[in-house]
């Protein structure tokens, strides 16, 4: 629901202004079920003898298959709450005023006040986990300390603080969104324009990543079982799932495991409650020509920053211990002990993830376009992008190093901005794009002719881009600080440029980039030392050198092109014929070579990125 106004003042009564003053209020409302292929149950087996057996662990004599483990490889079940109905509210208020100074210079000016409300739940079937509340398990105990409810819930849970309906904060109130912007004719008698300007957007955190970070798929509204080997002994075709708790026994808290409990540790995501509204700066300058009436030629620079993105990030990565500086009471470092060297005990290294908003980017480009209005049965429009964008946020591009949305792109979370900052997952050096419509002159002589080759309209897009960028890495790397990998490193006296190679694509599928410039990321010998001066028990790896996204894959070309006949059937009624032509040159399009250096195909491109070429036709009757 939403209620928008705009009250306006015309230049009769401001002289040369026009003025505009208006607000909007939204109160939107989703009503969600919460997508999962768990609450059916996802079952493992390896084999055709596994599944005709289908026995858990045990004697054969009771019932199992003799041995230490089911026939059933793995088990993925989950059960809890999973409707929610979300709320947020927005209000703003806004003033513009178009002045026009003189004939040939006019500007646009603008202020625009917005606040953006958080999510919160009807019934308060969110929650969340603060860090600030957090105590460490008792010695072979359990905790649910951090634990907080909304406090409009209608299942509180004895013990669990209550905080505010949308488990932040507060709304960030300091949205004042300035906009600038000037359009100047330099020429009295020809047709060049200049335009520039200047304007801070605001934007509200993406729903998807919020909903899981507030208790979607966790503890307490969700419990989820994941088992195999020896924890899934007991599961058989017969009964391949444990009995999950009723719908009625939710909330159910979260229990945080100390290392001698003897249970393992959780993995949770959540909000961190003092979230800000991310916003983007945007500014350009460009030039416009006119030539003659119907081409236009557009010559400019476009840039943007964004500033408190949002970002998932991980809290508990491993730290580093000595005897000057023990960690949990450790003294030393191994891979073995990394989940005791964690700032929150109870998670995993790579198990507490919290949604920030200290994300930013940085994009600067060349921008050209040339745009031909409709004249003698053609238009078009050319539009060319020299331009690079920075950021320490991961995005999903379908390739790259990390394709998981809003994630942080450093490898060490302790270091966000030195590590993580570099090209983004989207980022394309240059991109071309040339779409035409071509209507073929009508033919004049016989009716038949007339039907059969007037009436045809023809229409294209070329698309020719760089590739994507992608990071070297290592998925046996950072083992002593807990985690599942991290980038390679160079070669001694490599670089970047050792690593390039050229030739056409077709030659270097094998090879694409220089595999002799990159090692594996530093293993510490045990009773070693790291580079920085901490003990290693047991060998173990550490980060790796190279920066994120310092290589670019294969370049892409596309060419889709359509052509289309509509033929009038008597008075009101008429027919389209419409043949459509995807990829039509079938351009091979490669994706990103293998970058894990672990990975024995590394260096190797075997996959596409794109489809053949596909041609439909279509046949629609208007009546």
Same mark, same amino acid.
């Given at each position: 629901?939403?209620?928008?106004?705009?009250?306006?003042?015309?230049?009769?009564?401001?002289?040369?202004?026009?003025? /505009?003053?208006?607000?909007?209020?939204?109160?939107?409302? %989703?009503?969600?079920?919460?997508?999962?292929?768990?609450?059916?149950?996802?079952?493992?087996?390896?084999?055709?003898?596994?599944?005709?057996?289908?026995?858990?662990? #045990?004697?054969?004599?009771?019932?199992?298959?003799?041995?230490?483990?089911?026939? @059933?490889?793995?088990?993925?079940?989950?059960?809890?709450?999973?409707?929610?109905?979300?709320?947020?509210?927005?209000?703003?208020?806004?003033?513009?005023?178009?002045?026009?100074?003189?004939?040939?210079?006019?500007?646009?000016? &603008?202020?625009?006040? !917005?606040?953006?409300?958080?999510? +919160?739940?009807?019934?308060?079937?969110?929650?969340?986990?603060?860090? /600030?509340?957090?105590?460490?398990?008792?010695?072979?105990?359990?905790?649910?300390? *951090?634990?907080?409810?909304?406090?409009?819930? !209608?299942?509180?849970?004895? #013990?669990?603080?209550?905080?505010?309906?949308?488990?932040?904060?507060?709304?960030?109130?300091?949205?004042?969104?300035?906009?600038?912007?000037?359009? %100047?004719?330099?020429?009295?008698?020809?047709?060049?324009?200049?335009?520039?300007? %200047? #304007?801070?957007?605001?934007?509200?955190?993406?729903?998807?990543?919020?909903?899981?970070?507030?208790?979607?798929?966790?503890?307490?509204?969700?419990?989820?079982?994941?088992?195999?080997?020896?924890?899934?002994?007991?599961?058989?075709?017969?009964?391949?799932?444990?009995?999950?708790?009723?719908?009625?026994?939710?909330?159910?808290?979260?229990?945080?495991?100390?290392?001698?409990?003897?249970?393992?540790?959780?993995?949770?995501?959540?909000?961190?409650?003092?979230?800000?509204?991310?916003?983007?700066?945007?500014?350009?300058?460009?030039?416009?020509?006119?030539?003659?009436?119907?081409?236009?030629? !557009?010559?400019?620079?476009?840039?943007?920053?964004?500033?408190?993105?949002? !970002?998932?990030?991980?809290?508990?990565?491993?730290?580093?211990?000595?005897?000057?500086?023990? @960690?949990?009471?450790?003294?030393? =470092?191994?891979?073995?002990?990394?989940?005791?060297?964690?700032?929150?005990?109870?998670?995993?290294?790579?198990?507490?993830? &919290?949604?920030?908003?200290?994300?930013?980017?940085?994009?600067?480009?060349?921008?050209?376009?040339?745009?031909? /209005?409709?004249?003698?049965?053609?238009?078009?429009?050319?539009? %060319?992008?020299?331009?690079?964008?920075?950021?320490?946020?991961?995005?999903?591009?379908?390739?790259?190093?990390?394709?998981?949305?809003?994630? +942080?792109?450093?490898?060490?979370?302790?270091?966000?901005?030195?590590?993580?900052?570099?090209?983004?997952?989207?980022?394309?050096?240059?991109?071309?794009?040339?779409?035409?419509?071509?209507?073929?002159?009508?033919?004049?002589?016989?009716?038949?002719?007339?039907?059969?080759?007037? *009436?045809?309209?023809?229409?294209?897009?070329?698309?020719?881009?760089? $590739?994507?960028?992608?990071?070297?890495?290592?998925?046996?790397?950072?083992?002593?600080? $807990?985690?599942?990998?991290?980038?390679?490193?160079?070669?001694?006296?490599?670089?970047?440029?050792?690593?390039?190679?050229?030739?056409?694509?077709?030659?270097?599928?094998?090879?694409?980039?220089?595999?002799?410039?990159?090692?594996?990321?530093?293993?510490?010998?045990?009773?070693?030392?790291?580079?920085?001066?901490?003990?290693?028990?047991?060998?173990?790896?550490?980060?790796?050198?190279? $920066?994120?996204? @310092?290589?670019?894959?294969?370049?892409?070309?596309?060419?889709?092109?359509?052509?289309?006949?509509?033929?009038?059937?008597?008075?009101?009624?008429?027919?389209?014929?419409?043949?459509?032509?995807? =990829?039509?040159?079938?351009?091979?399009?490669?994706? @990103?070579?293998?970058?894990?250096?672990?990975?024995?195909?590394?260096?190797?491109?075997?996959?596409?990125?794109?489809?053949?070429?596909?041609?439909?036709?279509?046949?629609?009757?208007?009546?």
């Amino acid at each position: 629901m939403s209620l928008s106004d705009t009250f306006g003042f015309s230049r009769q009564a401001l002289g040369r202004h026009d003025l /505009r003053i208006g607000f909007e209020v939204r109160r939107e409302i %989703y009503t969600v079920r919460l997508k999962t292929a768990t609450h059916r149950g996802v079952m493992t087996i390896n084999s055709l003898a596994d599944f005709l057996l289908g026995r858990p662990a #045990g004697p054969i004599e009771t019932g199992g298959n003799g041995t230490d483990f089911s026939n @059933i490889e793995t088990i993925l079940f989950g059960n809890g709450l999973v409707f929610r109905d979300l709320l947020a509210a927005d209000e703003a208020v806004f003033v513009a005023d178009d002045w026009k100074i003189h004939p040939r210079l006019t500007f646009n000016l &603008g202020l625009r006040y !917005e606040v953006l409300g958080n999510l +919160s739940d009807k019934r308060g079937v969110i929650s969340n986990f603060e860090l /600030r509340r957090y105590q460490t398990p008792p010695i072979g105990g359990v905790t649910s300390t *951090g634990l907080v409810q909304p406090s409009n819930t !209608e299942f509180p849970l004895p #013990g669990v603080p209550l905080v505010s309906n949308t488990l932040t904060d507060g709304e960030d109130r300091n949205n004042l969104a300035p906009r600038f912007g000037f359009a %100047y004719k330099p020429f009295h008698e020809r047709n060049t324009l200049v335009r520039g300007g %200047y #304007g801070i957007f605001y934007d509200r955190l993406a729903s998807r990543p919020l909903i899981q970070s507030l208790g979607g798929r966790s503890a307490p509204w969700f419990r989820q079982y994941q088992l195999s080997g020896t924890s899934n002994a007991n599961s058989s075709l017969q009964n391949p799932f444990p009995v999950p708790p009723a719908l009625s026994d939710f909330p159910i808290p979260f229990e945080l495991p100390d290392p001698l409990s003897g249970r393992p540790p959780l993995n949770l995501m959540f909000l961190y409650p003092g979230i800000r509204s991310p916003y983007i700066q945007q500014y350009s300058l460009n030039i416009q020509h006119a030539f003659g009436a119907d081409l236009l030629l !557009e010559v400019g620079y476009v840039g943007s920053k964004g500033t408190r993105l949002e !970002e998932l990030r991980d809290f508990n990565q491993s730290l580093l211990a000595s005897a000057s500086h023990p @960690i949990n009471g450790i003294t030393t =470092n191994s891979p073995k002990n990394a989940r005791d060297r964690v700032p929150y005990i109870g998670f995993s290294p790579i198990g507490l993830l &919290g949604t920030m908003t200290d994300g930013t980017s940085n994009y600067n480009s060349l921008q050209a376009s040339i745009t031909k /209005r409709l004249g003698r049965g053609l238009q078009f429009l050319g539009a %060319y992008t020299y331009g690079k964008c920075l950021s320490t946020v991961n995005t999903n591009s379908g390739t790259g190093d990390n394709v998981d949305v809003f994630t +942080s792109g450093a490898q060490n979370n302790y270091n966000i901005r030195g590590d993580g900052y570099g090209p983004a997952n989207f980022d394309r050096a240059q991109r071309f794009v040339l779409s035409s419509v071509y209507s073929f002159p009508a033919v004049r002589g016989h009716h038949v002719l007339e039907k059969l080759l007037g *009436g045809w309209l023809a229409s294209g897009v070329i698309t020719v881009q760089s $590739g994507l960028p992608f990071s070297i890495t290592d998925s046996l790397g950072a083992s002593l600080y $807990g985690l599942n990998g991290s980038r390679a490193s160079f070669a001694p006296g490599t670089t970047i440029d050792s690593a390039l190679v050229s030739g056409p694509i077709e030659s270097r599928l094998a090879r694409y980039f220089n595999t002799a410039a990159f090692a594996r990321a530093p293993l510490v010998a045990a009773g070693g030392q790291t580079s920085d001066g901490f003990p290693v028990a047991e060998p173990g790896t550490v980060f790796g050198n190279t $920066g994120r996204n @310092i290589l670019r894959g294969p370049g892409q070309r596309n060419f889709d092109a359509a052509l289309t006949k509509r033929v009038g059937i008597r008075e009101r009624g008429s027919a389209e014929f419409r043949a459509e032509f995807f =990829n039509a040159f079938n351009n091979v399009n490669f994706a @990103i070579p293998h970058a894990d250096i672990a990975n024995p195909d590394f260096g190797i491109i075997d996959r596409t990125s794109s489809s053949p070429s596909v041609i439909q036709f279509a046949l629609k009757l208007y009546f």
